[in-house]
């Protein structure tokens, strides 16, 4: 069983930055992707980005040129960069693994960001 704890979460005025960090407690066997999702109170989870195995990344348009992720293998840990923080991006943010062939999910407990002034 995999645990993953989020970290970096609060808030931030319009253009600010902020990085969220997810630890998982255990080496990923089997690993197909590292990503996070943001969800707003009422409404689904949404894909916000994602960081394969092989380091492929993909984002949502909606962050394109403002998030970046990246994943440290040796501490078991993947990172969210956000630049230019929208109003728009507040939520809260889920870490989420994906492993073996049978594609089992993982998710943290989630992280809360704001963005207002």
């Known amino acids: 069983q995999v645990q993953l704890v989020e970290s970096g979460g609060g808030s931030v005025q319009p253009g600010g930055s902020l990085r969220l960090s997810c630890e998982a407690s255990?080496?990923?066997?089997?690993?197909?992707?590292m990503g996070w999702y943001r969800q707003v109170s009422g409404k689904e989870r949404d894909w916000v980005a994602s960081?394969?195995?092989?380091?492929?990344?993909n984002y949502a348009e909606s962050v394109k040129g403002r998030f970046t992720i990246s994943r440290d293998s040796a501490k078991n840990t993947v990172y969210l960069q956000m630049n230019n923080l929208e109003p728009e991006d507040t939520g809260v943010y889920y870490c989420?693994?994906?492993?073996?062939?049978?594609?089992?999910?993982?998710w943290g407990k989630g992280t809360l960001v704001t963005v207002s002034s």
């Open positions: 989420n693994v994906n492993q073996g062939l049978a594609q089992i999910d993982y």
């Open positions: 255990t080496k990923i066997v089997g690993l197909n992707a």
């Open positions: 960081i394969t195995r092989l380091g492929k990344t």
